[in-house]
């Protein structure tokens, strides 16, 4: 896993210019701390940053394909091609010759041999940049679910690109503004292909490639999409169709076990995670590291809300047991989770403010205490996606109202959408939320094709499948990433295999959901696996503390914010509604999410338009 950085421009000699570019890649030093590197001619610049996981001892970046004194092509790369050995076998008999172990010179070597099209050739998590002197061409390209990020924006006569938006907005030429259209796309929590909040700025979408190249008059650039969800019927009884993901998913968690350092498993306790430990004791080689977020004294203070029916503990403990792992629960306290430099990572880390900062504190302190165990992670993210697992999928009342779920879903609690109850309203009409959402719902919903024979539920639940793929996963693949990079470590997601994706997708609604209950057709796979308990356990998201001593820290923030006549945030707020909560003498409510959610969206808008020198253009 890594960090890449590069500008690209036809009117310059960029090697006068190498220095921007590394000041680029230094931005992403946490993304990669074991080694750094930037090559240069008169057109390209590329920088890389690298966390050493395959062939360890070799491997350097910006690597670069070299022949008779001429460079044919330079690659920076990040992310896992779980595939190469495979690829290079093939790229061999083809009359390649390779002179390291690992991945990163298959893909030059892919590039080599087939061009654009060496993507179709490779499975994994990756993005990467090529620069081909010859053809004075540039080619980014990314993984087919989007796990490993790209981003890229135009200059003058150029093309700027990195794995997150920092990299971009450390170079001169790029202003760092947000206008209603990015305000509105935060806040409505939806990540719409392509877009990237900031103006001026693109993120590659997920399976796709794209080409910079000179063009009659002015620089070229062309996206092409080699993959996307396929829909189609699905053909399998429930007992195949068992028999089928239970397969798919071993080989992808086989895969994902390939490492030149040390692995682990996160483990939740619930059915997701737990499976990738089974699979992971029984396909790994020797006793397999798990790790459990936990909170002190949440068990014994908790209580059951609308998310959460019980603590994961005592059910990642069982697991752990059952399975045969060496387990060790991280448990965190109210300060962690307090700690001003823990908050503001997390938030540099992402480069956005987020709705649920609590959940991205907890993870990210999860992820570092979890760093200094192991490199790399395996995680069960991607799962409630495929199979259903949300309430965004099970509640009738959510799935077939002209915007996204879990839109809607934030618009019953605040006509302005979730996290949105303190900001003003007349900013909140003038950006639009609800309208900029079912506009981009109509959108997704158009991408669907129709499938003989489909109406009715499974008509409206596939619709609401690929909108949370497309839409809504990208944000937790996005969180993923950024928070486990911040500490040097590489996460994985096994259930994000584009084979296991594609045939998933096309499971009808009516077999998911088999027996009454969620993700019917991954519990039936791996219930042999598990403990009964676990198997039988409905879904609980990702905890969050409910300790009191949290929500007094959100109220002396706020009420510190509210007061600060030089808080950037102050004219963007219900200036009322914030008074009126100020004067409340008791701490934040942190019993389900509506105040908590309000506090920390104010807290986390204060803190990134002051610290990342935002300009909001509205």
Not at 101 to 107: I, L, S, W
């Amino acid at each position: 896993m890594c960090g890449i950085a590069g500008w690209v421009d036809f009117a310059r000699d960029l090697r006068e210019e190498a220095v921007t570019v590394r000041t680029m890649t230094a931005t992403l030093a946490n993304r990669g701390p074991d080694d750094e590197g930037v090559w240069a001619d008169a057109d390209a610049a590329l920088g890389h940053r690298r966390l050493a996981v395959l062939d360890v001892a070799g491997s350097p970046q910006p690597m670069a394909a070299e022949e008779d004194g001429r460079t044919l092509a330079v690659l920076v790369h990040n992310g896992e091609v779980y595939n190469y050995r495979r690829v290079r076998s093939r790229l061999e008999g083809l009359g390649h010759r390779f002179r390291t172990a690992g991945d990163t010179e298959v893909v030059l070597r892919a590039y080599l041999e087939w061009g654009e099209r060496c993507v179709e050739h490779l499975e994994g998590m990756f993005a990467f940049a090529v620069w081909d002197p010859a053809r004075r061409r540039l080619l980014l390209a990314r993984d087919r679910l989007g796990v490993k990020p790209l981003y890229f924006a135009r200059t003058a006569d150029g093309l700027l690109f990195g794995s997150e938006p920092k990299a971009l907005l450390a170079h001169p030429s790029l202003e760092c503004v947000v206008d209603a259209e990015g305000l509105a796309e935060l806040l409505a929590y939806i990540a719409t292909p392509g877009h990237a909040v900031y103006r001026g700025m693109r993120e590659l979408p997920a399976g796709c490639t794209a080409v910079f190249e000179p063009g009659a008059g002015s620089p070229v650039l062309r996206e092409s999409r080699y993959w996307s969800l396929p829909h189609h019927e699905h053909p399998d009884t429930q007992e195949r169709t068992v028999e089928t993901v239970r397969g798919l998913l071993q080989e992808s968690v086989a895969a994902h076990l390939v490492s030149d350092v040390p692995l682990c498993t996160l483990l939740s306790g619930g059915v997701d995670s737990s499976a990738l430990a089974a699979f992971a004791a029984r396909c790994g080689e020797g006793r397999p590291r798990t790790f459990a977020v936990d909170f002190e004294g949440h068990t014994e203070r908790f209580r059951k809300d609308f998310w959460h029916e019980d603590p994961d503990a005592p059910y990642a403990a069982e697991v752990a047991r059952h399975v045969g792992t060496d387990h060790e629960p991280v448990v965190l306290r109210t300060s962690d989770l307090a700690d001003p430099v823990v908050d503001a990572a997390a938030l540099r880390a992402q480069d956005l403010p987020r709705p649920i900062p609590d959940m991205d504190r907890s993870l990210y302190l999860l992820l570092r205490a979890v760093r200094q165990r192991s490199t790399v992670a395996l995680m069960g993210e991607v799962a409630d996606e495929l199979f259903g697992g949300y309430q965004s999928f099970r509640d009738p009342t959510l799935v077939d109202t002209a915007n996204f779920p879990w839109v809607t879903m934030g618009l019953r609690v605040a006509p302005h959408g979730m996290s949105t109850g303190l900001l003003d309203p007349g900013l909140l009409r003038k950006i639009d939320v609800p309208g900029y959402s079912a506009q981009r719902w109509a959108e997704t919903v158009a991408e669907v094709p129709e499938v003989p024979g489909e109406a009715g539920t499974e008509r409206v639940m596939r619709r609401v499948g690929h909108a949370h793929l497309t839409r809504w996963l990208p944000l937790l693949l996005a969180r993923d990433d950024r928070l486990s990079m911040a500490v040097g470590l590489e996460l994985r997601v096994p259930y994000c295999d584009h084979r296991l994706v594609e045939y998933v997708t096309n499971i009808p609604w009516a077999m998911k959901t088999a027996d009454g209950r969620e993700k019917s057709v991954l519990r039936a796979a791996v219930a042999d696996l598990l403990p009964a308990s676990v198997t039988r356990r409905r879904k609980s998201p990702f905890p969050v503390t409910q300790d009191p001593r949290y929500g007094q820290v959100l109220r002396d923030r706020f009420n510190a914010v509210v007061a600060d006549p030089a808080s950037p945030v102050r004219p963007l707020l219900d200036g009322p509604a914030c008074a009126e909560l100020a004067r409340e003498e008791r701490p934040v409510a942190v019993d389900g999410w509506g105040e908590r959610r309000n506090v920390e969206m104010v807290l986390q808008l204060d803190a990134w338009l002051r610290h990342h020198r935002v300009r909001l253009e509205l």
